[in-house]
């Protein structure tokens, strides 16, 4: 069975500051792996996503990800956040294309000024 | 173009009470997926339709849910005498290839 870990339940960040929210899955099988936002009272929007090929991944809003197979972790960066930042992100690992999503607990980004 | 909607937003249910939820889709997709958010958690998979098919309801936690796509279109999600412990979002979203749409959720409280 497949299963996601956000290590960090909150993280808080000076705006124009960088932030890492690490990510480790498990799966055995191959993986798609997803990294999505949800601010408040609205449904989930794509950041970026890895189905393959190039393991860094560049997404929406100056995000990016690195896939990292031998140590099953899909981390998502940002050189400098904005206050807009501030929201929960969510990662996510599916074994196919149209297949269930696997969401880890998430991660609320919180961006002091 | 217009995205996945879902229908009631918000719902207030007393125990014991049937509710039944609505999710439109992106035109022209053909799979669909609930999932069930609780407070401060990630969400959960609840059901995945395929047209109208549906090929997986492994999450549904117990035989009180219930969801049908009798179209391939438009699906409800039915939750029969609601318990307290059925409070959550549940959010609802279509995919035509490797990534799923989601549509803003209804967000279901049982007094």
């Known amino acids: 069975a497949q299963s996601v870990t956000q290590l960090d339940s909150q993280v808080p960040v000076f705006e124009e500051a960088p932030v890492e929210l690490r990510c480790n899955y498990s799966?055995?099988?191959?993986?798609?792996l997803f990294w999505y936002v949800q601010y408040p009272n609205q449904g989930l929007q794509l950041l970026l996503k890895?189905?393959?090929?190039?393991?860094l991944v560049k997404g929406i809003n100056g995000f990016e990800a690195e896939f990292n197979k031998s140590q099953t972790s899909f981390h998502l960066r940002k050189p400098s956040v904005h206050i807009s930042d501030t929201a929960e992100y969510f990662c996510?690992?599916?074994?196919?294309?149209?297949?269930?999503?696997?969401f880890g607990q998430g991660t609320r980004l919180t961006i002091n000024p | 173009g217009a995205g996945v909607s879902q229908s009631p937003r918000y719902k207030v249910a007393k125990r014991g009470q049937d509710v039944a939820l609505r999710c439109d889709p992106i035109?022209?997709?053909?799979?669909l997926f609930w999932y069930q958010q609780a407070l401060g958690q990630g969400p959960e998979f609840l059901t995945y339709?395929?047209?109208?098919?549906?090929?997986?309801k492994s999450g549904l936690p117990s035989d009180r849910f219930f969801a049908e796509r009798p179209e391939g279109s438009v699906s409800t999600l039915k939750i029969q005498r609601t318990q307290q412990e059925d409070s959550a979002v549940y959010l609802c979203?279509?995919?035509?290839?490797?990534?799923?749409?989601f549509g803003p959720g209804t967000r279901l409280t049982v007094l």
């Open positions: 979203a279509s995919s035509l290839y490797n990534e799923q749409f």
């Open positions: 035109s022209g997709h053909v799979s």
């Open positions: 996510a690992v599916s074994d196919g294309g149209a297949q269930k999503l696997v």
């Open positions: 339709f395929q047209n109208e098919a549906q090929l997986d």
């Open positions: 799966s055995s099988v191959s993986v798609y």
């Open positions: 890895y189905l393959s090929g190039s393991t």
